[in-house]
């Protein structure tokens, strides 16, 4: 069974548009996280959420909300699409909460393109 | 700024050599963690060291880290095709309490049969 799945793996579509992608894991864990990853493979994280709970909301512009309704689930929302909120989106989590003293496992992430 | 950048950006081997990665960071760390990426998927954990470590293996995984020069070394000994990926290091900001992980630049392996 798949620990941390997201939905849609492809998302193609128009700017200005609104979308979301689901995350849901199955290994018990506290905290969840979601993270971008640019055309250079760069990894930068997003938000994180401990126990529904939001704990880390970098610098994103406000048209991306996440929704956490139970500490399996964290939804991203994107609002208005623009050319440059293509990349690849990766779900995560953690156990206990900690960031950055437990691994982390990730989703195989969300392929979302811009047209 | 970003954390952790990783060296060399890329690496091209054959079957059986040793691939050896380094990545040097910026501010002091509580620890430090080693990810593989295969094309088109996550990032798959391979190893953490702590900060009062200075090596640790896991099978043909050898992770070094000298803290007074910021930087870890992963080092892939009898390396095989199935290597072939992008690996990372991540580390934290060194403060106590939830923090964020800090995504180094990668280096993409390349294990040639």
């Known amino acids: 069974d798949t620990a941390v799945s997201q939905t849609p793996k492809y998302l193609v579509t128009q700017m200005g548009n609104d979308k979301s992608i689901k995350c849901e894991q199955n290994?018990?864990?506290?905290?969840m996280y979601w993270y971008k990853q640019d055309s250079k493979k760069f990894l930068k994280i997003m938000f994180s959420y401990n126990n529904k709970e939001l704990i880390i909301n970098e610098t994103v512009p406000n048209r991306f909300s996440p929704k956490s309704p139970d500490k399996a689930h964290l939804n991203l929302h994107i609002n208005s699409l623009e050319l440059g909120d293509s990349a690849v989106y990766f779900c995560a989590s953690s156990q206990f909460g900690a960031g950055s003293n437990q691994p982390q496992h990730f989703g195989d992430g969300t392929r979302l393109s811009i047209l | 700024s970003q954390q952790g950048e990783e060296d060399p950006q890329a690496l091209s081997i054959q079957e059986g050599e040793n691939a050896t990665m380094n990545c040097s960071y910026k501010t002091s760390i509580n620890n430090l963690q080693w990810y593989r990426q295969n094309s088109g998927r996550g990032l798959v954990h391979l190893i953490l060291i702590r900060s009062n470590e200075r090596e640790k293996h896991s099978g043909r995984l050898r992770v070094t880290l000298d803290t007074s020069k910021k930087s870890s070394s992963l080092l892939i000994t009898a390396s095989r095709a199935a290597d072939t990926a992008s690996y990372f290091c991540?580390?934290?900001?060194?403060?106590?309490?939830?923090?964020?992980?800090?995504f180094g630049t990668g280096t993409r392996l390349l294990v040639s049969p």
């Open positions: 290994l018990g864990h506290d905290t």
């Open positions: 991540a580390t934290d900001g060194g403060n106590t309490g939830f923090q964020k992980l800090v």
